[in-house]
């Protein structure tokens, strides 16, 4: 919220059920909308826009430059066609407007290691359903094309499963970086 004002209009694509623009609206942000192929909540409860849409191949609902902020929390991976939606994206962004993306970290210690006995990373396996994986230089292809990467965070996520809660503990000792963290976020900017 530092970087930003609650005049900032912000669209979260592939929202899900609706969590982060919920945070959102907590912590006084008012101009709130939500995509996603479903609609996986109730946005009129919390008076968001939401607007359904295919987005691999249907353009987003809304003009050009309509949003300060977009944002997409572990989306990319999953999606068929995340090229069209990138575009998009810029297309709804105004200029000098943010984009903030999170996926998995497939640079993590333990990916590398699982990648170099079994020729596959965890997170992108038979029993799940991410399809795109992002190596360095095609995040750049895709994004720094036409976006400036203001910052990079990397970051550990809560343990839910029981087979790590006695590591738990340790995990909170480890620096989040490129090495050791489940995964990224992306700070973009539109050039103005």
Not at 36 to 41: E, G, I, K, N, R
Not at 63 to 68: K, L, P, Q, T, V
Request: contains cysteine.
């Amino acid at each position: 919220k530092n970087n930003f004002s609650s005049d900032h209009m912000i669209l979260d694509v592939g929202c899900g059920g609706g969590e982060f623009l919920v945070q959102l609206k907590k912590e006084g942000f008012q101009k709130l909308s939500a995509t996603d192929m479903d609609q996986y909540f109730d946005s009129s409860e919390d008076n968001i826009e939401f607007k359904k849409a295919n987005f691999c191949y249907e353009k987003l609902p809304w003009a050009d430059n309509s949003f300060d902020i977009v944002t997409a929390w572990e989306v990319f991976e999953h999606l068929e066609n995340p090229h069209f939606i990138k575009n998009e994206i810029e297309r709804v962004l105004k200029p000098g407007g943010t984009l903030v993306i999170s996926m998995p970290n497939v640079f993590h210690i333990i990916s590398r290691l699982i990648f170099l006995k079994t020729g596959d990373f965890p997170r992108w396996n038979k029993k799940n359903n991410h399809i795109t994986v992002y190596t360095k230089s095609i995040f750049e292809k895709i994004f720094l094309k036409t976006f400036t990467l203001k910052e990079i965070k990397y970051f550990l996520p809560e343990f839910p499963y029981s087979i790590f809660i006695k590591m738990r503990s340790l995990w909170k000792y480890l620096p989040e970086n490129i090495w050791t963290a489940h995964f990224v976020i992306y700070i973009l900017q539109k050039p103005h």
